[in-house]
């Protein structure tokens, strides 16, 4: 099964209004640089508002790429500019945003944010375990694995009747978005396990929700079965940085991963996949992590992030846990790199208060895991969550509802990114994964 997800959860762990306001949005963020430079910047037509443009601003509008910036500042400056989604992202671009001060990177991502979502909504996802346990994957992070002795008890796939309570319980607390997950590695010889989660598939549609998956490696005739089936995503973390990748997982490969994250986006079925903070990475590996997911021929339209929360028994059962900043830092950077996905506040969501959960929100995400159990594990419950929201003047998010987002400043992604040459390009397009597999410096 997919990594994260379940991993996650087993351990209490481990396991995407229109706001047309352009120069509200632009406006803040380039106040936020200006008060580093000195020289006066030019002015493009479309945010000319003043014509008073000249060094004595204390606020210069929209900026064209201005080489007296440092680097820095310019890439992130050209980052909360542009237009749509690209693919064509640099480990140093995505690491001089990942570096920018901390509350000046918040302050941005949050600015990208609100062009390209309504900033009010949070997705409210509900994960149920449909076969718990006694995987043969050796995920270090994972209470899941056959290979540690963390206690679990492995069981079956459950039945119909346990997935439709569930979900229906999900949906009346006001959960639009139902996940299932199963500890497996593939799906390799499950062909009546698969035939009776395509029915599960099919009932959870039919109820109005949207469904995700997380089952393992999927080839691709498995994956057109399940889109035919209706499934709306399919979870596949790729889990950290290709380098740090096999210090966490030695029984299938960072392209394993990416195969069937190829397989499924090839399909048309939308793709989750993110990773896990606090398997003793460094901050390289999640500039790496957010590389990869942002290189793939399209930007996954879930983009998951948890944080380890250790379970005795398995390898990284002793790990500390992260700095909450570094949480914050990715999440900021997921969301100002890759603008148009859902960045899910995943598992570890438990450990954090209101206030950091809060500052999750501000940087980007627009998604969490609520309910009375995530796979197995104590969840926020859904209670928790409406007071938590209704706090601080959010609301849940409709059912596919997500492609909220300025026409004005979004633009088209087919007009804007389909030129390979382009410094933006890419979302949306054909491009062959072959080839960007070539271009990122994976092998398959
Ligand atoms: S051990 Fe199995 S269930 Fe656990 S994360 Fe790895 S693949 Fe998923």
Redesign the pocket.
Known sequence: ????L??KSMASLALGVHRPRVQQAVLPTIAAIAPRRSAAVAVPDDHATTGRQNQHQERPLAPEIDNSLGNEESVLQNAVRARGPRNTWTRDEIAAIYDTPLMDLVYNASTVHRRFHDSSQIQLCTLLSIKTGG?T???S??A??SRYDTGLKASKLVTMGSVLKAARMARDNGSTRFCMGA???DMKGRKSNLRDIKEMIKEVRGMGMEVCVTL?MLDDAQAKELKEAGLTAYNHNVDTSREFYPSV?TTRSYDERLNTIDNVSQAGISVCSGGILGLGENKEDHVGLIYTLSTLPNHPESVPINTLVPIPGTPLGDNKPIEFKSVLRTIATARIVMPKSIVRLAAGRITLSEEKQAMCFMAGANAIFTGDKMLTTDCTSWDEDKDLLQGWGLRPMKSFEREAVNPEMVGSDETDLANETSPVALFGTEKSFEQLKRNTGTSV
């Open positions: 099964m997919s990594a994260s379940l991993a995987c994957e050796d995920c992070y994972c899941q694995s500890a497996w590695r393992g997982i």
